[in-house]
């Protein structure tokens, strides 16, 4: 079954500085990922997606993913962080040769300092 | 002009009682899903219908019950509530086919949530 690992229950970084927030997974066959985010007291809002094609994927607000295969990992980083990204950043999986669900990892809570 | 909708957003009930929470998506999408995110924020898929039809059914109790009335709306009914059900149910559609063959690889579009609190 897929799964994505999200290492870090928080992270901080001050205003202005990179955000990187970190998922790994574990897929069988090629994976499909997308990163949610989550602001308080509201829904899942999307963000990228890689599916195929250039391992680098650029989204909304600036974010961007990039896609290792060979360390299965997809992070997601922003080269400026603003405290309007202060959220709950949610990575999840699916892999080719899975079960039509989506595996969420337990997502990264993002404070952004001014 | 909201994608996905839910009612009501917040829900207060006491045990043993029986709820209906309801969802409608405009987008025309074939796939909509239930989700429930626990009081860590872990959010776990409860089902998941294509066009009417139950394709996704976790390990849930049977005391939830989906009903798909057409592709556009998906309702929860829980009955007998306990104080475990307490947490927020997110409702999610997708454009995923399963004449496709590979459901989960579209966008899903979430709900604002429900906040169920079972007293």
């Known amino acids: 079954a897929q799964s994505v690992a999200q290492p870090e229950d928080q992270v901080n970084v001050a205003e202005g500085n990179p955000l990187t927030v970190k998922c790994t997974y574990s897929?069988?066959?090629?994976?499909?990922l997308f990163w949610y985010v989550q602001y308080p007291n509201r829904g899942l809002q999307f963000l990228l997606k890689y599916i195929t094609g250039d391992n680098l994927v650029k989204g909304s607000y600036g974010f961007e993913a990039e896609f290792n295969k060979s360390q299965t990992s997809f992070h997601l980083k922003k080269p400026s962080a603003l405290v309007s990204d202060s959220a709950l950043y949610f990575c999840a999986v699916r892999g080719y040769y899975g079960n039509n669900r989506l595996a969420f990892g337990k997502g990264n809570q993002v404070v952004v300092i001014p | 002009d909201t994608a996905v909708s839910q009612t009501p957003k917040y829900l207060v009930t006491q045990m043993g009682n029986d709820k209906s929470i309801k969802c409608e998506q405009n987008?025309?999408?074939?796939?909509m899903y239930w989700y429930k995110q626990d009081s860590k924020k872990f959010l776990k898929i409860m089902f998941s219908?294509?066009?009417?039809?139950?394709?996704i059914n976790e390990t849930v109790p049977n005391r939830f019950s989906p009903k798909s009335p057409d592709k556009a709306h998906l309702n929860l009914h829980i009955n007998s509530l306990e104080l475990g059900d307490s947490a927020v149910y997110f409702c999610?559609?997708?454009?995923?086919?399963?004449?496709?063959?590979?459901?989960?690889?579209?966008?899903?579009?979430f709900g604002p949530g429900t906040r169920l609190t079972v007293l």
């Open positions: 219908y294509n066009n009417k039809e139950l394709i």
């Open positions: 897929v069988s066959g090629n994976p499909y």
């Open positions: 999610a559609s997708s454009q995923d086919s399963l004449r496709g063959g590979t459901l989960g690889t579209d966008t899903q579009y």
């Open positions: 987008l025309g999408h074939d796939t």
